[in-house]
């Protein structure tokens, strides 16, 4: 909780950035409690239909179809009810279970007395009815205000069950849930399907207990899950041709007649022993085929051949409540909130992915192992919408510390700055010129010249190890300090010496400096040097080739306690001597080829006749043409001295 608290947006500045996310995060919270993506959800529900594996469906189950052979072959539908008391009759002779017509016969038939007579005897027919049910709030059993269509008395006088078979469309206009019980007049009344499996595994609905909302306590061991308006998911097998064993009616009348008259079968009806038969129409163009989440016409046969099936398999689809999505809802924004705002942009934005990934399939092998429907779309476009306001905040964050980084940055500069000569040396006798580009805000290198009296010059450049923020520190030590040793009476040599043992005792930054430091006697006409690891200085002089002044002995600064040598050159009117640090002969371009002394004493040596500040710009141009400042990769400075 403590690591928790410590989040960026938990900071009291970040206060009013809080609340919005807080206020976001309640709409998202509402909004999932709402379901305001139902459809979208509906239709992930459907896609998690199609990519389960194929349901094992019961084998008790009979479908025999009013089709369109059924049709072209008796006539027009609704046809002579003589055809229904024969299949009645039929399928009673050849041992069927139970039998259900989903078909009205609302009206009275000259040859409804056989119809009668044909489920009288066969004792195990089932018929439906219709209740007209205005729409209802949530968590209500439907109240039925009458019927809008019922068998004749004639017929269901002698039924073995009734039942309704309202069927209600989702949003999206599709079929995927039955109302299991309808109240009319104080009394609960059965779906069709429900009553007739009831009397087949000798279930009594009377003692079955009712949790309007949540379930239909079926027996001791079967619990049948309920949504908000106590309707039963229908639990589809699958495509409607691929489940089932399928009969044409009118080829189970032909049969039974072909065997009447001795001639072959079209179907072998003693199959139907012991199974419960569903009849329906399944024609083109009938008015019992709705969308469902496999086919945009779907027999209404199928309702009752997959509730019969899912009772009889205990396989339920059961939705998770509104709550309990909150709750998943929480946890997941909570869980990506902590792993985007603890860890690096890519750790993130895997740690966002593999969420997305993970929940997208678990909500699919809930649904197609358990049965279990859990909110898939709204989470995860919660997800992104997560992680999109947790990378504004990193990046609010980010820009902050950029503004306090690049101030903190302005004042070490100031700081490195103050420390760096205010103006070149006026001095009898030598024409000074300087120049210090550092790589980054702050750099390493330093330079100093000390003027300790009208003919005496000291001259220092550095370069410190590393870049940034720690280097610049580091120069600025080594600046202040040498200003100690950079005395008239004290050799070159010497102040690298005393330097050196200052820094290799006090300074725990295991940082070093390379540097040569040069003492002009204009009056006497030469120069003395001693060098730390550092850059041989460039010599020019008149009719002798190009020369680097170094020494026999010098480590550089900060390392090791060591010995440093010291040397002199006399110089003469017109010499040239280049201090440079080794950003100036390492710069590369594009190709990655580095600068190099050639090039370096290529363009001094065109330009010697100018002053020492010409000489200077000549070497910024040519350094820049060759790499780009934007491209610069170490801190490049360089001293120019000519004697006059």
């Known amino acids: 909780m403590k690591r928790i608290l410590h989040w960026p ?43 389960r594996p194929p349901m094992t469906v019961t084998d008790k189950v009979a479908i025999i179809e009013i089709g369109d052979d059924t049709i072209q072959k008796l006539g027009r539908f609704p046809f002579d009810r003589r055809y229904h008391a024969l299949l009645t009759k039929i399928l009673a002779q050849y041992g069927a279970k139970a039998v259900l017509f989903d078909i009205f016969f609302s009206e009275n038939d000259k040859h409804d007395a056989e119809f009668q007579n044909a489920i009288k005897n066969a004792g195990n027919v089932y018929l439906p009815y219709v209740f007209d049910v205005p729409n209802v709030s949530r968590k209500n059993i439907l109240q039925a205000k009458g019927y809008l269509a019922r068998s004749v008395n004639s017929l269901h006088q002698y039924v073995a069950g009734e039942g309704h078979i309202n069927v209600l469309p989702d949003s999206d206009g599709k079929y995927r849930r039955v109302p299991l019980l309808i109240k009319y007049n104080g009394v609960l009344y059965p779906y069709l399907s429900l009553q007739l499996i009831s009397n087949y595994l000798g279930v009594d609905l ?12 079926w027996d001791d061991k079967t619990r049948i899950p309920l949504d908000e308006q106590s309707n039963m998911m229908v639990n589809y097998a699958g495509k409607w041709d691929e489940n089932y064993q399928h009969y044409s009616y009118v080829d189970v009348l032909r049969s039974y007649a072909s065997l009447a008259t001795g001639d072959k079968p079209f179907l072998d009806l003693n199959a139907l022993r012991g199974k419960i038969c569903l009849v329906g129409l399944t024609a083109t163009g009938t008015t019992d085929l709705h969308p469902t989440p496999f086919a945009t016409l779907y027999p209404a046969l199928s309702i009752h051949a997959d509730l019969i099936n899912s009772i009889l398999k205990k396989r339920f689809i059961s939705r998770v409540s509104r709550t309990e999505n909150l709750f998943i809802l929480f946890i997941l924004g909570a869980f990506l909130s902590w792993g985007v705002l603890t860890s690096k942009p890519l750790k993130g934005f895997l740690i966002f992915s593999g969420l997305i990934v993970f929940y997208a399939n678990l909500a ?50 100031t700081i490195q700055e103050s420390f760096l000569p205010k103006s070149l040396p006026v001095m009898s006798g030598l024409d000074v010129a300087a120049i210090m580009h550092t790589a980054r805000r702050v750099g390493g290198d330093l330079y100093d010249f000390y003027e300790f009296d009208p003919h005496k010059l000291g001259v220092m450049i550095g370069d410190v190890s590393g870049k940034g923020i720690p280097a610049s520190l580091f120069m600025t030590t080594v600046s202040g300090a040498f200003k100690f040793f950079a005395l008239p009476e004290v050799d070159p040599q010497d102040a690298l010496h005393r330097l050196n043992v200052k820094l290799t005792r006090e300074s725990s930054s295991k940082l070093f400096v390379t540097m040569f430091y040069a003492i002009f006697d204009i009056e006497n006409r030469v120069m003395s040097y001693s060098n730390g690891g550092h850059q ?49 002969t390492e710069a590369r371009n594009m190709k990655a080829h580095f600068y190099g002394n050639d090039r370096f004493i290529s363009i001094v040596e065109k330009n010697r006749s100018f002053s020492a500040q010409e000489i200077l710009k000549a070497i910024e141009i040519d350094l820049r043409g060759f790499e780009p400042e934007y491209k610069q990769s170490d801190d490049i400075t360089c001293i120019v001295l000519k004697v006059a």
């Open 9 to 51: 947006i938990f900071r009291p500045h970040n206060a009013i950035l809080a609340i919005a996310c807080l206020s976001v995060s309640i709409l998202f919270l509402v909004g999932s409690y709402f379901r305001v993506f139902e459809n979208s959800e509906l239709a992930s529900l459907d896609l998690r239909y199609h990519l």
């Open 206 to 217: 009377k003692h079955t207990q009712l949790k309007p909302g949540q379930y239909l306590q």
């Open 364 to 413: 699919i092998v809930l649904f197609a192992g358990w049965g279990y429907w859990i909110d898939m779309v709204y989470p995860l476009f919660a997800l992104m919408f997560v992680y999109l306001i947790c990378a504004l905040i990193i990046s609010i964050q980010e820009w902050k510390k950029k503004i306090f980084m690049d101030n903190e940055l302005q004042i070490a500069r």
């Open 536 to 584: 041989p200085v460039m010599y020019l002089s008149k009719n002798t080739p190009v020369k680097f002044l170094d020494v026999e002995e010098g480590f550089p600064l900060g390392l090791l306690d060591g010995d440093y040598s010291g040397n002199q050159i006399p110089f003469v009117s017109g010499d040239i001597f280049i201090f440079f640090t080794d950003g100036v």
